[in-house]
């Protein structure tokens, strides 16, 4: 089993739709998490941190964190064209001394007009 | 503003050429790492460094090494570098427990 797990897609959701994206992990005992965008070619950005259980939201970006099923979701509400980018979650557990991030493979999203 | 900056963005470089690649941050973060990049395999964790002269390997360490003189700075070396080596190279720092931040990215291209 991957430690943190995405689904690859391409995700292809309508402007104006809301985009889901979900994340699974492994380590029970993480603490901190984070989505990442990325656009081609380019290094990744920080959309989203979130550290205890329930909801977060910034915008028109909501994480969700379930600590007790090990799920962290990022949905995107209004969905534009610009969207349009690869989704990275990203893990804060105990691997490293704690010191390093784990990396899923990311979900590409497609926002189509 | 945090920053983490690369040396270059593009690189063309020869078989067997020794590289590196210089990475600097000015937030003085105690947690610097260098990633590369390939379609369909994500992010791979190459080194990372929690303090000054201190190094620990992660998950693709070999043909690689690193050094870390000062704590700003993070530099990878490719000793010998082979075509394998073709890839995005990506630079971040973090504090612990905190927000990781990225450079730019280095896009190496070995001939």
């Known amino acids: 089993q991957k430690e943190v797990e995405q689904n690859s897609g391409p995700l292809s959701v309508p402007e104006g739709a809301i985009a889901s994206l979900n994340c699974t992990y492994s380590?029970?005992?993480?603490?901190?998490f984070f989505w990442y965008r990325q656009y081609s070619g380019k290094s990744p950005e920080l959309i989203m941190s979130?550290?205890?259980?329930g909801d977060k939201e910034d915008g028109r970006f909501t994480a969700q964190l379930n600590k007790a099923s090990q799920y962290v979701s990022l949905l995107i509400r209004d969905s534009q064209p610009s969207d349009s980018a690869t989704y990275l979650c990203a893990v804060n557990g105990v691997t490293g001394g704690g010191n390093k991030l784990t990396f899923g493979t990311g979900t590409q999203l497609k926002v189509e007009l | 503003d945090v920053k983490v900056t690369q040396s270059s963005r593009y690189l063309v470089k020869r078989t067997g050429e020794k590289v590196f690649l210089e990475c600097v941050q000015d937030?003085?973060?105690?947690?610097m790492f260098w990633y590369r990049q390939d379609p369909g395999l994500g992010l791979r964790l190459i080194y990372f460094s929690y303090d000054v002269k201190m190094k620990e390997k992660g998950d693709i360490p070999e043909g690689y090494s690193v050094s870390r003189e000062k704590k700003e700075r993070f530099s990878l070396i490719l000793e010998s570098a082979s075509t394998n080596q073709t890839s995005m190279y990506l630079c971040?720092?973090?504090?612990?427990?905190?927000?990781?931040?990225f450079g730019p990215g280095t896009r190496l291209l070995v001939l």
């Open positions: 971040a720092s973090r504090s612990y427990g905190e927000t990781q931040y």
């Open positions: 937030m003085d973060h105690e947690n």
């Open positions: 979130i550290y205890s259980n």
């Open positions: 380590d029970r005992v993480s603490q901190s």
